[in-house]
């Protein structure tokens, strides 16, 4: 996004001719390619390649973000960055947060904002044995409960308590690490696991009882969406300040967001050509795990009868809600935590082009796990 | 020391499968007690050692092709190389130049050597995301970031040893330089410079080590497209469906530190045969 001040007012001058030029045609093309400038933006992930981010990678690989005048450098996660410090901090140009985690910034301060809620329900299950009678949250009583911690658990916190138990004496709460170790070895009850990572994994692991792959019929799993105490997961921040003061970086928002969006469409329409992109980027995983992988992360977007990217408000609602009674904010944000301006206008732009943004008609496929996720 | 090495892995291998037949024995307690032991033997925990070795000629996928694990993690630690490469040369010279300095003006000694201690306090994950942040809003790329953490590592053995090896001649020999009238620099190149080798090598060889712990730990946090740190991040997660990829490269990372300990090493003869003197 920095280019010296001739670039700028060159842009200037060719944007003052170009609006000029377009005022009365008003099919202005955005996204086809047609660039008089290309805007070299970043955007920065929560973790390392995988299916989790497929419609951002399709987008670049695919040449959708090309198309809407942009060149993106997609920025893979570590264990101690923090998408949205490295955004307020000014190192990206946009990144993918989940909405609690990023309003506990955003209320310490940091001037962050979402602009497109991709994920429209929640990811994450508490795992644990068919055999455990563990069938909702109330029958965690007296259970070994494992958690991420890092802002991870806020959903279980809520959720027990709802039931009745007191997490600080009803149910032993330990720290889990980011695998199904602890739960495989039996030394936890119940596991944290993402729908579309770590509940596989559990899939493709040897059940040494039958020497075959642990199967789903071997779990149970409490769904928060079902409780109803699920929060909103990822979505894009970008820069608040920006935003109100660059009118570059705004219309640079609305094309990347559209690009996004179309990313994401892709991905849904062409699942296996996305986890081959996800493939090809990098991610050492197996080919099993990121297609089954792919399909939940479609279904944590798939429908979105909003159209994607705008924001589903009975759960922006509820995380909210959650988020307070939690102690995890102090108080609900402002109106300008969200915005729903830039997809609406992305979506603008797709739907004119007649491509399909809500995914009515998208349904889950059946996904063969291999061992190890080969 | 080819030999040693065998020796050692060998030895290694004994322990381990040893320890897993007593585990298997005894459903994991010390013998004849029923004291738990520490670590359980099963095969998430501790996979046979042969499945291990399996492992490394066994396909992964790379991108759209496939290799063996082996060659994998050689492409994955030619990259940790290069990273640590630059932190380790990096890392030595400004350790060189503090020692120097210090040195030089006793103040300096004063002033600088509790913060060159303190500095190897400071956490690496508290470290990171502040380097990376900086190297980002200068639009350094990563691997920047993570050679700058290899050197915060590496400096420090480097300078302090070099601080003892410089101030290591004998009186004599000073006051013999200053006899001659010998300027500074002098006396540093003639005599502080060689009567300070048989302190270098001993801590380039640590800061070799060091700046390869540097690298990966800096791709662990910081995350990069490639590097053993990143291969190490990924099979820890699928740790408990896949446990010998993680051992195996582990095992990688390793030999990386042991290569570089024998560059080092082989520099350090090459250099001490050249002046005559014997390889500490």
Known sequence: MNRPWTTRILGLVMAMTLVTAACGSEDAAVGTGDCDSVDAVSLQLQWVTQAQFAGYFAAVDQGIYNRFCLDVTIREGGVDIVPQQQLASGATDFAVSWVPKALVSREGGMDIVNVAQIFQRSGTLQVSWADSGINSPADLAGKVVGNWGWGNEFELLAGSRQAGLDPSSDYTLVQQSFDMLALLTGEIDAAQAMIYNEYAQVLEATNPATGALYQASDLSVIDWNDVGTAMLQDAIWADGARLAGDDDYADVTTRFVAGSLEGWAYCRDNSASCVDIVLANGSALGESHQTWQMNEINGLIWPSPDGVGMMATGLWDQTIDVSTSESILAAAPDSGAYTTTYAAAALDILNGRGMDTTGQNWRATTVKLNPGGE | ?280
């Open chain 2, 1 to 280: 020391m080819a030999l040693t090495v065998v020796a050692a892995v060998v030895l290694l291998v004994i322990l381990w499968e040893g320890y897993r037949w007593m585990g298997r024995q005894t459903d994991n307690r010390w013998p004849g007690t029923g004291i738990e032991l520490p670590v359980s033997t099963d095969d998430i925990i501790m996979p046979p050692a042969a499945d291990i070795v399996g492992e490394l000629f066994s396909d992964i996928r790379d991108g759209r092709s496939t290799l063996p694990l082996s060659v994998f993690l050689l492409k994955k630690a030619w990259f940790t190389f290069q990273e640590a490469s630059i932190g380790f040369f990096l890392g030595s010279s400004i350790g060189l130049a503090l020692a120097v300095l210090m040195l030089r003006w006793r103040v300096a000694e004063r002033g600088l050597l509790p913060w060159i201690n303190v500095s190897q306090t400071v956490p690496l994950i508290a470290l990171a995301p502040i380097v990376v942040t900086w190297g980002r809003q200068q639009d350094l790329p990563d691997i920047v970031s993570i050679s700058l953490i290899s050197t915060y590592l590496t400096f420090f053995p480097v300078a302090v040893s070099a601080l003892r090896g410089l101030q290591s001649p004998d009186a004599a020999h000073v006051e013999l330089m200053r006899s001659y009238a010998a300027p500074w620099s002098s006396t540093l190149v003639k005599l502080r410079l060689p009567a300070a080798r048989p302190y270098l090598f001993p801590a380039f060889k640590i800061a070799a080590t060091l700046s390869v712990v540097g690298a990966i730990v800096g791709e662990i946090s910081i995350g990069t497209k490639t590097g053993l740190g990143r291969a190490i991040l990924e099979f820890a997660q699928r740790y408990a469906v896949w446990p010998e990829r993680l051992y195996a490269s582990v095992i990688g990372a390793a030999f990386l530190g042991l290569a570089v300990f024998g560059l080092i090493s082989l520099v350090e003869r090459l250099v001490l045969r050249r002046t005559g003197e014997a390889a500490v």
